[in-house]
């Protein structure tokens, strides 16, 4: 092996170079969040600024940035997950040594929530992917803008999307948990790349439980409203004049 080989072998093989793993791509994974929640806020702007935004995300770079974005998502996601078990058993391992006299060993009650939590979202992101990026229920698929037939008609996908409440509620349970992993890891995070000390402790305490408050207020909104009725079905809307309808239409409201 190499002279860089061995130093990332080596690096993967240290309790602290898994950690900076975990922390990284934790940092790389919650921008990934906050760049989704705030993009998905534009359902609140109307079917045509969310379809807008979702054909840009799948043309820009003619349309190889979203696979570029979408293989920096997966790698780092799944080295989030392999880096955090690979440290949970090195720990365990740890500990088994330690006290090999115990009859029971039991990880720490945070980082057993922070595993169940974290392989719910993988759980969620899975059954979110089939719900939306790639729908298998028939009436999600196959929508298209009703002013622009070129654009993928996002909006009435997600409207549709939360028609039934056990849907919501599964997207209620495992967003919060979610949260909940957030909270726990962005303040450890911060710990891991050193930059906790007793000083900062509450203040970066703070700042996780205020940010994975966002998240989960933005997040939590859309299923909720739409589950409430409260926003229109896109398909029902009607096109802009200008747009989309002849002079001499009946939409044409100018004419009436
Ligand atoms: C309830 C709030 C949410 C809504 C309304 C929502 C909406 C959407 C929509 C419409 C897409 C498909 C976009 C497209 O293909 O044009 C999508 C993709 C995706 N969402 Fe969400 N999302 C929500 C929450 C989340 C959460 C909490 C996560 C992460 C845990 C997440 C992770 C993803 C991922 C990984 C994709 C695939 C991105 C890609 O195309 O590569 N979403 N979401």
């Avoid at 402790?201 to 703070?206: A, F, T, V």
Wanted: charged residues 15%; glycine residues 8%; positive net charge.
């Amino acid at each position: 092996m190499n002279a860089l080989g061995t130093a990332l072998l080596q690096f993967w093989k240290s309790s602290i170079g898994k950690k900076l793993i975990v922390a990284v791509t934790g940092i790389l994974l919650v921008g990934f969040l906050v760049a989704h929640m705030v993009g998905n806020m534009l359902v609140y702007q109307g079917q045509e600024d969310l379809n807008k935004y979702a054909y840009f995300l799948h043309h820009f770079l003619h349309g190889w940035g979203i696979w570029l974005f979408r293989l920096g998502l997966i790698g780092a996601f799944a080295l989030h997950i392999v880096a955090t078990i690979a440290l949970t058993r090195q720990n365990k391992e740890a500990r088994n040594t330690r006290y090999a006299h115990e009859e029971t060993v039991q990880a720490p009650r945070s980082s057993r929530i922070m595993i169940w939590s974290g392989l719910t979202v993988l759980g969620f992101v899975i059954f979110h992917i089939l719900h939306f990026t790639i729908p298998v229920h028939p009436d999600l698929q196959g929508l298209k803008d009703p002013n622009d037939a070129k654009m993928v008609d996002v909006y009435t996908m997600v409207v549709r999307g939360f028609q039934n409440p056990l849907v919501v509620l599964f997207y209620i349970v495992a967003i919060s948990l979610l949260c909940s992993h957030l909270m726990h890891g962005i303040s450890s995070l911060f710990q891991t790349l050193g930059l906790r000390s007793e000083k900062t402790r509450l203040l970066i305490k703070r700042v996780g439980v205020g940010l994975a408050l966002v998240l989960w207020l933005g997040f939590i909104s859309i299923p909720v409203v739409v589950v409430m009725g409260a926003l229109g079905d896109g398909s029902q809307e009607k096109p802009k004049p200008a747009m989309s309808a002849p002079a001499s239409s009946s939409l044409d409201v100018t004419k009436s």
